[in-house]
């Protein structure tokens, strides 16, 4: 597994599993919210985009990827969604197919509408066992990409 901790993001790559893991820096706040990321502005969201695209491209060796999110730890303006929205393209691009779980209210509604601009479907699970358990049997063909949407 190669793993780089970067200002925004984790990145791991597990090549035997062709599995590109995101996961957010984050603690508990002191009313038990969890403190992590935050995207504000344009240029936050396209630098946080590059060095995901800047990961895949020097450790996936050009191949399509799962992408498996944890959103747990990140919150992206919603005033930018049609910003995020591009720069989730980008990873779409280069990946099998994006499954994703966790997240606050507000992300989540994030990614929906982001993925509305995009018009393509976005099923959050619940937990990562879920979301594995949805790439493992995508790739086993007992599951397509439609139901897993």
Same mark, same amino acid.
């Given at each position: ?8 993001a984790?990145?791991?790559?597990? &090549?035997s599993e062709?599995i590109?893991y995101?996961?957010?820096?984050? %603690?508990d706040?002191?009313? +038990? *919210?969890?403190?992590?990321? @935050?995207?504000?502005?344009?240029e936050?969201?396209v630098a ?7 990961f ?12 498996v999110v944890?959103?747990?730890?990140i919150?992206v ?7 995020? &929205?591009?720069q989730l393209?980008r990873?779409?691009?280069i990946s099998v %197919?994006?499954?994703?779980y +966790? *997240?606050?209210?507000l992300? @989540? ?16 699970y ?9 790439v493992r049997?995508?790739?086993s063909?007992?599951?397509d ?5």
């Amino acid at each position: 597994m190669i793993t780089e901790r970067g200002e925004t993001a984790t990145l791991s790559y597990d &090549a035997s599993e062709n599995i590109l893991y995101f996961t957010f820096p984050h %603690t508990d706040g002191p009313s +038990g *919210g969890a403190w992590g990321v @935050r995207l504000d502005t344009p240029e936050q969201i396209v630098a946080h985009f590059d060095r995901c695209v800047s990961f895949w491209k020097r450790h996936c060796a050009g191949r399509k990827v799962y992408c498996v999110v944890d959103y747990d730890g990140i919150d992206v303006n919603v005033k930018y969604t049609k910003v995020y &929205a591009t720069q989730l393209q980008r990873i779409l691009d280069i990946s099998v %197919t994006v499954v994703r779980y +966790g *997240g606050s209210s507000l992300q @989540r509604t994030a990614v929906r509408l982001a993925n509305l601009k995009l018009h393509t479907p976005s099923q959050l699970y619940a937990s990562r066992e879920e979301a594995l358990h949805v790439v493992r049997s995508l790739k086993s063909g007992a599951m397509d990409l439609a139901s897993a949407s």
